[in-house]
């Protein structure tokens, strides 16, 4: 038997769903050639990440074999897949970049925001063109998803074929894009199969997954039984569905007008790369106030409640010259991912109390998903016919019972989450090795890591306000006037009803007083003592213990 | 005509789910003898309000004029509607209270935790009873909704009857409490309602109700298909719902273990008031351990993902010396509240990890809602055939559905959101005036404003990070030594790759030399220019501002 190995290792995506990046390697251990493919980022929260701005998968492992990295491959141009391109560019050691001709126009705007040239990535063509990379042939395998281009990857190597499927449905009338084309899959799959890499996503959606073509009349209707302004919002990525807004838009006699640099972007690239031929004319936000309400419809961002995006904005007043109203219709083309609930609703409420009509994606009439639910998957293992599945994109929940359908239909299913070193070789498949995952933070312009501890302090100041202690010490290390106190994000009174600045100082004070040469001398048994001092005075007055800063001046 | 008048005035409640507070008033304009029906809370969250424990209605008004106070009269038990009762009632001018047996024996826990006596809380007996309070009569008429003992209020004064619903739903079966009484309702509304003010909450959903008699025969199918230990969540006030859960195991020859204190102190109140009779027996977490998981039901607090409650604690790992694993099953016999699908969530991918198969809401065999659908609002509106209705309990979209629904359905529909003073008199509701409203945070043992800015710079130091700048000066304004900063919250490394704090220290040592006497002697200048000193070379270095604390210590 040959010593070499197949190997698969999310770095990303896998016990979540976001910041995909997933590794393949080749060779002897240690020495595989390795492919990433997706780049990825997932979003921050208030909960868990206040201030950051976008999180990655936690690349150290890769970095440091950075030699060894034949290239990235990007499969579709979503966030979770192209996002941290640019960020994390230079640190793969500017690997070369492969994608299709509208996934790499996204990928090459967030290179160039690095100073990276367009010719970073290389288009490439579809299947059955394939890519020589080390002991690696990929082709990139056309299928549907609710953005241009997407494609499955059909990943060869001297230990078979590897099918990894990107985000996918099974879509036979997507609008714009390839449509899902069986019979070619089936070609690629009838040489065998070694393992399937699939998506997850909606394995928990029992039932087949619905055509983008099946929204498009019920969005017509929508716009026609509407007299005032109609303004819809969806994903800025889904263009075929902001084509069907705009198509219905303008069979009801209306102008369209497009808000949101994301959705102008996407629009542009697709028109660019030839994705999208016959969208219709768009008039600019200043035209479209001298057009009468019930001849216009906007086309917007920020379907997730986004406080920055148009949807937003228009919730709270005017944006960009136009208002809404009583009488006009806004509807959400789109559904809500976890967590967005509450912003969402807020815009929802907000245009409530200007009296606008709120369309929502309860009614699962304006919205069809671009993951494959439960019998996708099924169908996709039938013509795939692999001898392992590997499920990849989602949650821990996901990935299990993923890998539960696997099993029930009699192959080898793999739960392996961010940091699972799986071989693919031999008779069955096997963990091999776990490896440090994590995340990294964008924070302003640095990178920063989840366990650095720097999050970890901003939540406590969140939760528990913060109070700098200043004391002025002599040289005879005696304190030198009065300590004080600044408070900021503390109630100004508390329990005693005196000002808590006061009450604070009053006990810094008599601590001093009341503190030895042991203390006062040593820089860290002060700071340590008057942190003692307030943050157990403070929960006597405010039921609280605030972070504290203390700074200790000493006069030499 | 008659210059009295029969206001209504929401305090809370009405624009958003959470902390009811509602007031009704009869007399001359300004001098109306006042009730006040249900003081309830909202809970927090890290978006917008870090730190808090709880949220209360703005109360100020109402303070302001406790002389003119009857009552306080609660509907039902559920936090959003007695959560505020202790906290608020020295406030009031220790108003009589009045709820029926169940609702006072939670109010007097309240209480208790302030040091307030049972008596405070008096016993209401059911309709046909009526409590004089001033200008009033009211008397407490009883409905269905997911606690014992919910009831809607008759409130009569001279001029008319109010009906108050309180929170329902129209349930012939509701396992623990009264059913729904179609005919006395009718009997009740027959001398004519002139306002129904009335429950929103499931204004969107257009089926009617189901009752919590079908969740039973569900419940008992997959107890009896479970082979390992079976865990349920569902909210503590449920009574019924506990109950279900707990006949359901016990007919499947399990023990019934109950975890969390909100659900033992629940079942103990049910028990003491004579709402629940036949709760099985329970056994201790010690005893539990010591029984085989396939004889074992714990009933379970956490069903929103409470990280600090029962379902969390289990979901990551050893709990009262309980521990689940592969091949046990958690129910969440309960619907996830908008806001708190990633708590949830999260609960349940640490099953998954753990092997526990989750049953979730989604399928809608498990759980049944608490409040009236849309045609149970209608048949409602039929039932009471009142003049006007009011909506309440209920978000501005909620609101302002319902008030539609009443116009559809020709009656005078109010849309009035907390503070709208509302005059039921005459022919015709009309808005009399509008009332300063807004949050109370408890915070820590402090009850702050919404307003006070005090969230506001914790956010902004969840956001930015903190820096504490620190400059002391001599007697004649020169600077002593070198100024020096302690960060928070922020990175270590920059753009130029060197310690943050130390870039920061060097621009402001260089600013202070270049800086005249002018800005040096003057506190306020010195502090706004080092304060924009450290912003601007934070975003050189980080890409981020943070909030600055300045001190300035001189010798004098």
Redesign the interface.
Known sequence: MSNERLIYLPLGGA?EIGMNAYVYGYGRPGEERLILVDLGVAFP???TT??VDLIFADITWLEERKDRLEALLITHAHEDHVGAVGHLYERLGAPKIYARPFTANIARGKLAEYGVGDNAVTVANVWPEQIQLGPFRVGFLPISHSIPESSGLVIDSPEGRVIHTGDFKLDETPLVGEAFDEALWREVASTGVRALVCDSTNV?SGHAGRSEAVVGPEITRLVNSSTGMFVATTFASNVARVKTLADAGVAAGRSICLLGRAMRRMIEASIKTGVLSDFPTVVSPEDAKNIPRENLMLIVTGSQGERRAASAQLSRGKHMGLTLKEGDTFLFSSKTI??N??EV?RI??SF??LGVD?VDD?SGLYHVSGHANRPDLERMQDIVNPQIVVPMHG???HL?EHTKLAEQKRRKGVLAVNGTMVSLSGNAPEVVDYVETGRTYL????Q?GAL?G??R???R??????V?V?V?LDEEDEP?GDP?C?L????E???SRAPLQEVLEEDLSQFLNRAGQATLSDDDKIEEALRRVIRQSA?DE???KP?V?V?V?R?T
């Open positions: 016990g929260d208030m909960d206040p201030g928990f976890p967590g609930e509450k609703i929802i409420n409530s109390e709120v309860s949650e821990h929940r299990r924070d302003g312009s640095v920063i650095d720097i999050i302090d901003r939540i100041m969140a939760l528990n306000g913060h700098t200043t002025v030198l004080w600044d900021m994000g503390l109630p009174l508390g329990r929960n405010i039921g609280k972070e800063t700074v001046s006069l």
